[in-house]
């Protein structure tokens, strides 16, 4: 009894159980009449290879059921190329869009997508798409991790709408770290970018100005560094010029935890600044990050004993 | 509070002896994995031997070993029979089913891992096959991916679970012997996998799943566990301040989702967590994002592989898990207050284990098992392969 086993489409196919081979197995889920059944008749079709319409709806039902299997999602894949008749946009828009919209979670519906976006051969339509996706979850890993493939693939490094769309998140929530990263990755993931003094100069500014929004944000921060660390042209006087202001040493007002750690690190490296780096390291670990105490204080070893850290 | 360790055992037995809730469909694939954590996490608690009489373990090692294909390596998932199968033959790998049943090189993992948990002697594994099969599924790129298709090619994700998995399944093979005895037996590139996770230390310092991406806890501490189980964290990582400062950076005090409103709610709004009278600290697995059970593992042992588990207050690391995470019927939850799952649970349980917890075996940081169970492998199953 059951969807399949009462269909007449279905009549020709023996179904396979799920077999446990032993008397005590392991990890057994108590699963739903509608799931067992589905799947017994799909290791029947998967044991003659059988690549059919009706595969392409049986396996969009065990989907539904479980989103998560991933030879479900390959034998469909497969399937799909080998129907002359079968709509790969078809596939995009009417039955992958709305499931990743409501499995958030998932590694499978991604890497289908990225396997039918490159065999479709174009993104139209996929940054529309992706903003729904967003709306849903601003940090969603395996969305930013599409979205950097597509950059990738369709070369879309420098690209202005690129560009925009993480400076519209970025203002939406200046502390999305995803966001900052995608920048980034617009920006420099080419390995041109950073030889791009100019570039470089741009987004420091950038990174400053937001700064100036939410002082104890670590992902602004973060990309400043790196852009210290990594970029051409970067003078480190104008980037202390710009920490000293969240982060008065002498007494002077701390707003930005972030602005001490890079103090440290800069004055850290000269020794005529050692005093100042341990000063910064101090206000760390006793008063404005002690969660941190440990590692400050390992930092400080490091200064006094002449071996800066980052 | 402690670690409950009765209700601890309790969660873990129910998870072995009865059906898994219906919500564990999505995991049916990898039945292999939580296989796995089931039975470590018993380990972990000292309870393996009491949970099973001989039969039990005899009827577990048969239904893992029942996952092994010929061609080398393991699914995650029982096998479905042949249809038709011929008389005598129970192992035949002439099946079509094959191909949309293929070994994966996360069940492969686990199943080894469960397979020494029990004291298996590994005298059935097919040892040869497996690592053959293993050096296939690295990719031209170097990277490693979950399976093998049956055209040859490569498929799943390229991000460093793979080449994890893959660099401690040739070390409980012992395929780092094989490869310097004469005749060499193939092996995977060692030295081309350190280059691809080379490439993936971002610009804040942590390691995401692709060159330039967002750098992610559990990424980073698959990048640097494949590296070290290699001997090869030096080659690996451009930057080990820049890694450290980020690993230390993910502590947060930051805990309720949906509730800013928290014990140290002035982090988030711009301010500092000065407070110090909170004993706990939880971890974030990516940059302004809240503690998470499972980021304590990841993050902790990243730093115990490293060498540099002192950087943290492990005391205020562990408070979190007892007592924000851990749940009174057992098992740890994602977040305060929330139900337990089997991976929370499992890595909460595991992290305890690196911490230094009084109440759980010490673990081993680059395999999340048991030291006991590292120390049978290296003193009983790898000097028999030589």
């Known amino acids: 009894m059951g969807k399949y086993a009462d269909s007449p489409e279905w009549a020709d196919v023996v179904p396979i159980s799920q077999q446990e081979h032993m008397p005590a197995p392991l990890a057994q889920i108590a699963y739903t009449d509608e799931y067992a059944e589905a799947m017994s008749y799909l290791r029947a079709t998967m044991a003659s290879n059988e690549l059919s319409e009706r595969v392409l709806a049986l396996t969009e039902d065990i989907i539904r059921l479980n989103p998560s299997h991933y030879t479900v999602w390959l034998y469909r894949f497969r399937t799909l190329s080998a129907l002359p008749t079968a709509s790969l946009t078809t596939e995009l828009t009417t039955f992958l869009n709305p499931l990743s919209l409501r499995h958030l979670k998932n590694y499978q519906i991604w890497h289908h997508r990225q396997l039918l976006v490159s065999a479709i051969g174009s993104y139209e339509g996929e940054a529309e798409f992706l903003v729904d996706m967003f709306a849903k979850d601003a940090k969603n890993y395996h969305v930013w991790s599409y979205r950097q493939w597509l950059v990738r693939h369709f070369k879309l490094f420098h690209s202005a709408s690129e560009l925009a769309f993480t400076e519209q998140l970025i203002g939406e929530d200046v502390r999305n770290n995803s966001a900052w990263n995608h920048r980034w990755h617009v920006n420099f993931a080419d390995g041109d970018g950073l030889s791009d003094s100019g570039l470089v100069a741009k987004e420091l500014e950038y990174a400053m100005g937001k700064i100036e929004l939410a002082a104890q944000n670590e992902s602004a921060w973060n990309y400043l560094r790196g852009l210290l660390a990594k970029g051409a042209g970067v003078e480190e006087s104008k980037v202390v010029q710009f920490a000293v202001k969240y982060a008065g040493l002498d007494g002077g007002e701390v707003k930005s935890t972030h602005a001490l750690d890079l103090l440290a690190s800069i004055y850290g490296k000269d020794p005529a600044k050692k005093e100042s780096a341990v000063q910064a390291l101090e206000l760390l670990a006793d008063k404005y990050d002690p969660i941190r105490a440990p590692y400050w204080r390992y930092r400080l070893a490091m200064v006094n004993s002449g071996v800066a850290a980052s | 509070m402690a670690l409950n360790c009765a209700k601890q055992k309790t969660y873990w037995l129910r998870c072995l002896k009865t059906f898994l809730p219906n919500g564990y469909t999505s995991m049916d694939s990898n039945r ?355």
């Open chain 2, 32 to 386: 292999m994995m939580i296989a796995c954590f089931i039975i470590s996490a018993l380990d972990i608690l000292s309870a393996l031997d009491a949970s099973m009489t001989t039969d039990e373990r005899s009827s577990y090692i048969e239904w893992i070993y029942a996952s092994q294909q010929d061609t080398g390596g393991f699914q995650g998932f029982p096998r479905t029979p042949d249809a038709n199968p011929e008389p005598n033959d129970s192992h035949s790998d002439a099946r079509l089913t094959i191909i949309w049943e293929p070994a994966t090189v996360p069940s492969t993992f686990f199943a080894l891992a469960a397979l020494l948990l029990l004291r298996d002697d590994f005298s059935r594994v097919g040892r040869r096959e497996c690592l053959t099969w293993l050096t296939k599924c690295q990719r031209a790129d170097c990277s490693f991916g979950q399976n093998l298709n049956d055209k040859g090619e490569v498929d799943g994700g390229y991000d460093t679970r793979f080449g994890y998995l893959a660099m401690h399944i040739r070390w409980m093979l012992g395929g780092d012997l094989l490869a310097t005895q004469e005749p060499a037996w193939p092996d995977v590139n060692i030295d081309g996998l350190v280059r691809s996770i080379r490439a993936l230390q971002a610009y804040d310092g942590g390691f995401g799943d692709l060159p330039c991406s967002e750098p992610h806890g559990g990424y980073t501490n698959c990048a640097v566990n494949a590296l070290a189980i290699v001997d090869k964290l030096a080659d690996g990582i451009p930057d080990e301040d820049a890694l450290i400062h980020w690993l230390v950076l993910r502590q947060t005090r930051q805990f309720e989702p949906d509730n800013e409103d928290d014990e140290d709610e002035d982090e988030e709004q711009g301010g500092f967590a000065t407070a110090t009278t909170s004993s706990a600290i939880g971890f974030n697995g990516r940059c302004n994002k809240i503690a998470d059970t499972c980021y304590t593992w990841w993050i902790c042992d990243t730093l115990k592989t490293l060498g540099q588990i002192e950087l943290i207050d492990k005391s205020k690391a562990t408070s979190y898990l007892l007592n924000k995470t851990q749940h009174f019927i057992g098992g740890f939850g994602k977040y305060p207050s929330d139900p337990p799952d089997i991976y929370h649970s499992y890595l909460g349980l595991a992290a305890l284990g690196i911490l230094g917890c009084p109440d759980v075996k010490p673990v081993h940081s680059t395999t999340s098992i048991s030291v006991d169970a590292v120390d049978y492998l290296e003193k009983v199953i790898r000097p028999g392969y030589s």
